[in-house]
């Protein structure tokens, strides 16, 4: 279509930008899971070594765009081949107890916390940074634009993913292996159907809205159950 830019592709020039003022730590943080109805928050930290510019960094986009195998086998080699990486999360019962807002400031923050080098800055997607003592800079659009960004998103997103798999066992019926924990048509029926599990953000109204239908539905089921259990002992 005439007059569509081109997707901007992760590139390394502002972390190249603090390697050649010395600072050769530079992590980047992106999260995975701000939207769904259920699941934890997760977020990665990456730290790509300065002196080795390996052909798998040419492939790395925010995770988002690239397939589901793509993304696994990435993240595999990054957490295999980077200089340091760390995920952290919050559970459901944070994001409830504090909002998502800083329930992900916190899940970032542990996962800064658990790199076993300390950055001398961290690059982090969006507009917000977090209360910590090291140095900071946002980028909007990181994780299409700079490849540590990217790199954390995709890492945060596989381990996201293989917990909400996981998850799909321990509690059946909702489809977590398919969906994720996001709002699509089959969850939030399942979530009428069944109610919630210990795994849904209660604190989100979409969640409230349709355990609240199952409830109604399943009272409505019941009376008219009843209703009928009275007319055939009347005609007997």
Not at 60 to 85: G, H, N
Request: some cysteine.
């Amino acid at each position: 279509m005439a007059g569509t830019r081109p997707l901007p592709l992760p590139s390394t020039s502002v972390e190249a930008s603090y390697w050649r003022s010395g600072c050769t730590i530079v992590a980047g943080v992106d999260e995975v899971g701000r939207g769904p109805l259920a699941g934890p928050v997760f977020t990665a930290a990456v730290v790509l070594n300065p002196r080795k510019r390996p052909g798998w960094l040419k492939e790395v986009r925010d995770s988002k765009v690239l397939p589901a195998w793509d993304r696994e086998r990435l993240a595999e080699v990054i957490r295999r081949e980077a200089l340091d990486f760390a995920v952290g999360w919050a559970s459901v019962a944070e994001i409830d107890a504090w909002g998502i807002g800083l329930a992900n400031k916190m899940a970032m923050i542990r996962a800064v916390d658990g790199l076993k080098h300390r950055p001398g800055v961290v690059l982090i997607d969006g507009p917000i940074g977090v209360k910590h003592p090291v140095p900071q800079r946002t980028i909007v659009d990181g994780d299409a634009t700079c490849c540590t960004i990217a790199a954390a998103s995709i890492v945060a997103k596989v381990a996201r993913d293989a917990v909400m798999c996981h998850l799909d066992v321990i509690y059946p019926g909702y489809g977590f292996a398919s969906h994720k924990g996001y709002a699509t048509r089959d969850h939030l029926e399942s979530i009428a159907r069944q109610g919630m599990s210990e795994q849904h953000r209660r604190s989100w109204l979409a969640v409230q809205r349709k355990a609240a239908e199952g409830e109604v539905a399943s009272m409505l089921a019941s009376a008219a159950m009843a209703e009928s259990q009275e007319l055939v002992d009347a005609a007997r």
